[in-house]
């Protein structure tokens, strides 16, 4: 059994995690291998997911196949430059995670409750990798809902392209970006019933 100041220590770190945790933008070789991403995903699995459905799945995206996946983006897009941008936007991390969200019938857990714990999942993740010392962001990517970028990630009829985990190494002597304390004093509402 955990004592009082135990947990306490570990709610102490947690919280720090939470609170420190930021977006990173600029990333470099290397990045998780698969049975270290593998690992940090079974641990990311455990957030909130009514009827644990895990509604999603990833797709890992490292060396060519980045430039392949940016070719295909770049196939969507209206013009040359646009075209241009978006393929070297896949370029930007040395992995990328694609996130795929596949809704299911169920009788109790509706769609919106299914992707509330695909976000759950994939904020555990960001936490994760960031305690590991891996910087990660989240991207809407290009063109997700391209027919060439669904096709080329092989994204079904039902499933939906949340976009994309960048995922690598912090370039050495960047700074984290700082985060002003958010006011959430008109976020919270409190209903109080004393009459019982």
Known sequence: ???VPAARAVAGIVETA???RRSTIRLT???PGPDELLDLLAAAATAPDHGQLRPWRLIAICGNARARL???AAEAAPTADLAERSAAKHLRAPLMLALVFQ???HPTIPRWQQLAATSAMVTTLLLLLDTRGWGGVWFGGPYPNAPQVRKHLGVRNGEQLLGYLHVGTPLPGEAPRTRVAADVRTKLTWLEDNAL
């Open 29 to 31: 070789e290397p990045a």
């Open 70 to 72: 940016g070719e295909a």
């Open 18 to 20: 939470i609170r420190t």
């Open 1 to 3: 059994m955990t004592t």
């Open 103 to 105: 809704p299911r019938d």
